[in-house]
Antibody, heavy 119, light 107 residues
């Protein structure tokens, strides 16, 4: 059974960089796309972007310029960096897997981690 | 970018009711649409993929239909465990977009 677990600071100061890592267990990063999604408190889901196990990426245009994703296959982890954060970036951040080796539906999700942007 | 619009935003229904949620895409996405269920404090759960394929383990009272720009999620007989928020998501264009969500409440 594939499991995903987000980790990282729960509090980030405005203008700083939000950094999260997703650790995958019970399966390999290889041959899959891996996504980040966020959900502001009380609001809907927003796709942030995805990274292929080889390192190719695609980001939500609304966040382009601030988002960077990376992958470490040796640790079975992938990461999200979001720069110049503001209070609007306060959200629960989820990592998830695209099923089937292409950009598809998201079949496995992490439990989510709340990141608050505040001084 | 492809925009996804769900309706209604909130739906009040009773146990046993037939419930239908609509999702419209701003351009054709063929059948590249998924539906998720989310309960408070939990991650979304995949229900339907490729517009009408039922995810393994999901009760058969859930069904999806549609193609192109208009899609529906139907719950044939609403059960107490089904009160939740439902999201559609397109994955047609090597990007993804979620609808804004439909909250199914107890009437």
């Amino acid at each position: 059974q594939v499991q995903l677990q987000e980790s990282g600071p729960g509090l980030v100061k405005p203008s700083e960089t939000l950094s999260l890592t997703c650790t995958v267990s019970g399966g390999s990063l290889s041959s899959y796309y891996w996504s980040w999604i966020r959900q502001p408190p009380g609001k809907g889901l927003e796709w942030i972007g995805y990274i292929y196990y080889s390192g190719s990426t695609n980001y939500n245009p609304s966040l382009k310029g601030r988002v960077t994703m990376s992958v470490d296959t040796s640790k079975n982890q992938f990461s999200l960096n979001l720069s110049s954060v503001t209070a609007a970036d306060t959200a629960v951040y989820y990592c998830a897997r695209d099923r089937g080796g292409t950009v598809t539906e998201l079949d496995y999700w992490g439990q989510g981690t709340l990141v608050t942007v505040s001084s | 970018d492809i925009q996804m619009t769900q309706s209604p935003s909130t739906l009040s229904a009773s146990v046993g009711d037939r419930v239908t949620i609509t999702c419209r895409a701003s351009e054709s996405i063929s059948s590249w649409l998924a539906w998720y269920q989310q309960k408070p404090g939990r991650a979304p759960k995949l229900l339907i993929f490729k517009a009408s394929s039922l995810e393994s383990g999901v009760p058969s009272r859930f069904s999806g239909s549609g193609s192109g720009t208009e899609f529906t999620l139907t719950i044939s007989s609403l059960q107490p465990d089904d009160f939740a928020t439902y999201y559609c998501q397109q994955y047609n264009s090597y990007s993804k977009t979620f609808g804004q969500g439909t909250k199914v409440e107890i009437k």
